[in-house]
């Protein structure tokens, strides 16, 4: 299939065209490049040895959509294109809802006057808010505590009802839970701007010395040592799990889970990756973070079932590829 990845050139989107690439789909990406570069596009061409077509535009731009839609047989979308700070979004509201819900609308509108029926959205687990773990797709979900959780929520609702009015449209929710790691080649990465939000590429960078040691949230939680207990999978894994659910795609709404339904806490992530690397991570306990929850792990059966998809990456393959990418991006800049 001739695939359209909106932010193909960021964490995800970039390791999915690998994915895509490696599966014999052709890909054709459309990223304003607004939280990544151009070069991780050569960098998906290097890996799969193959080439894709890049465009620089807004998914927000409708224009710029359409001819696209115009100028290529797309056969399905993945919307990976969003700003996804969930600090930020509560900072500049406006910002998160406009380009995230404009986005999905305007591909929507695409989809439906060129007749391109798959598309898959990168959803959160943060949509289920603070249910009572194992995540399952069936349960209600909660309010969220900030406005990038709710442009999901909201993106969700916004295409259930318009699969529910065109019986002839697909689609694919995808509620990410914890991405970490980079390609095994050490090429692609998660590489964010500024001081890290998330912890992983917080405790590479720890690692490395950027950064002098690792705050620990909070260590008085309801977990097995009172640090926060999260489902990291392998980037590479979920890039799968894209390939999987849009090889399966079929008429009507589709929710699945992409995690590994394991839960890891602070602590034994930080010892896996020590373990894992032989190197030091320094570290000391804060106060919690506003907004966290205690657990947070996925039921991933129905993907299992209904997509043949599980995750096969461990916590070592993530700490190991996430530091492996760490350490070519110091060698890159040492030689910059
Ligand atoms: P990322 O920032 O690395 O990638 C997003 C890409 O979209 C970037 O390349 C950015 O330049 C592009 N983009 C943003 N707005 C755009 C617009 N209006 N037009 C064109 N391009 C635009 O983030 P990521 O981690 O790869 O996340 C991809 C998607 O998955 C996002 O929708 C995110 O909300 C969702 N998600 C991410 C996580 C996570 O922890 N990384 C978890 C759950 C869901
Ligand atoms: C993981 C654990 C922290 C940093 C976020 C978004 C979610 C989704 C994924 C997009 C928690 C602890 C972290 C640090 C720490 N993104 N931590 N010190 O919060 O589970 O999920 O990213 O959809 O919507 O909210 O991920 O990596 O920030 O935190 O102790 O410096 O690590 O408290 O327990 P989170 P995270």
Known sequence: MNILVTGGAGYIGSHTCVALLEAGHSVIIADNLCNSKAENVKKIIKIAGQEITFYEIDVTDSQAIEALFKNYKIDGVIHFAGLKAVGESVEKPLSYY???????????????KYNVNKLVFSSSATVYGDNTVPFVETMNLLPTTNPYGETKAMSERILTDIAKANPAFSVSLLRYFNPVGAHESGLLGE???GVPNNLMPFVTQVAKGK????????????????????????????AEGHVAALNNLTKGVHIYNLGTGQGTSVL??????????????????????PGDIASCYADASKAERELGWTAKRDIVAMCRDAWRFEKKLKDLVETD
Request: charged letters at 30%.
């Open 98 to 112: 406009y380009n995230n819900i404009v986005s999905t609308m305007v591909l929507a509108k695409a989809c439906e």
């Open 191 to 193: 590489a964010p701007n």
């Open 211 to 238: 950064l002098d040691k690792l705050r620990v949230f909070g260590n008085d939680y309801p977990t097995v040592d009172g640090t926060g207990v999260r489902d990291y999978i392998h980037v590479m894994d979920l």
């Open 268 to 289: 034994e992530l930080v010892h896996a990756f020590e373990e894992a690397n032989d190197i030091e991570v320094p570290y000391e306990f804060i106060e919690r973070r």
